[in-house]
């Protein structure tokens, strides 16, 4: 099993960039395919970006696409999420997913281990 944590969230103002990390501990990291979720008020949770195991493989959703980058640093056994012209509309709880093997698909029915979320605001 893995135990995530994430943390980075907070207010940041339309325009503004916000760092989320995601740490990991207990099994291998670097046998983990990783995911950022998020999940706004009274919507469903929805897929933001993936990375695969060895971070040869990225995948974003349509509307962060350009603005948002998802990394990963095996040695330190963290996922980041650095997000670049925030906007009001990406306001959620974000969460980081985990699930062994190489690809990291869109369908969070596919990631068994979960972080507790962080709350991020954009202001406008």
């Known amino acids: 099993q893995v135990q995530l944590v994430e943390s980075g969230g907070g207010l940041v103002q339309a325009g503004g960039s916000l760092r989320l990390s995601c740490s990991a501990s207990g099994r291998t990291f670097s046998s983990y395919a990783m995911g950022w979720f998020r999940q706004a008020s009274g919507k469903e949770r929805e897929f933001v970006a993936g990375?695969?195991?060895?971070?040869?493989?990225?995948d974003y959703t349509d509307s962060v696409k350009g603005r948002f980058t998802i990394s990963r640093d095996n040695a330190k056994s963290t996922v980041y999420l650095q997000m670049n012209s925030a906007k009001p509309e990406d306001t959620a709880v974000y969460y980081c997913a985990a699930r062994s093997g190489i690809n990291n698909p869109r369908d969070a029915r596919w990631y068994p281990y979960w972080g507790q979320g962080t709350q991020v605001t954009v202001s406008s």
């Open positions: 990375i695969s195991r060895n971070s040869d493989n990225t």
